[in-house]
């Protein structure tokens, strides 16, 4: 089975930037959809964006035009840039497969913590 290994969070302030790494332990080529997903306290797991396997993005809309989402198929990892961070952006940052059924994608990893202070 894939594991996923998410890092690069942190403590930064508003207006700053961070990037997440995803790294699977195997191929994720199988998967067209590869995405990241946000938690806050007390709130769902929401999709931020994704990426196919051919490189086309989407974001959620409280991300656009800050955050970039990229894949390197070779390297088995997924990127995300994040810009223009405000403090409405601290959660907890997992990747997986989008688009799937649980039972058909990766397990969830431990994620990683972005905080953004004001």
């Known amino acids: 089975q894939v594991h996923l290994v998410e890092s690069g969070g942190g403590l930064v302030q508003a207006g700053g930037s961070l990037r997440l790494s995803c790294v699977a332990s195997e191929s994720i080529d199988r998967f067209n959809l590869m995405a990241w997903y946000r938690q806050a306290p007390g709130k769902r797991r929401d999709l931020v964006a994704s990426?196919?396997?051919?490189?086309?993005?989407n974001y959620a809309d409280t991300v656009k035009g800050r955050f970039t989402i990229s894949r390197d198929r070779g390297k088995n990892t997924v990127w995300l840039q994040m810009n223009s961070l405000e403090p409405e952006d601290t959660a907890v940052y997992y990747c997986?497969?989008?688009?799937?059924?649980?039972?058909?994608?990766?397990?969830w990893g431990k994620g990683t913590l972005v905080t953004v202070s004001s």
């Open positions: 997986n497969a989008a688009a799937l059924p649980d039972i058909l994608r990766p397990g």
């Open positions: 990426v196919s396997r051919g490189g086309t993005t």
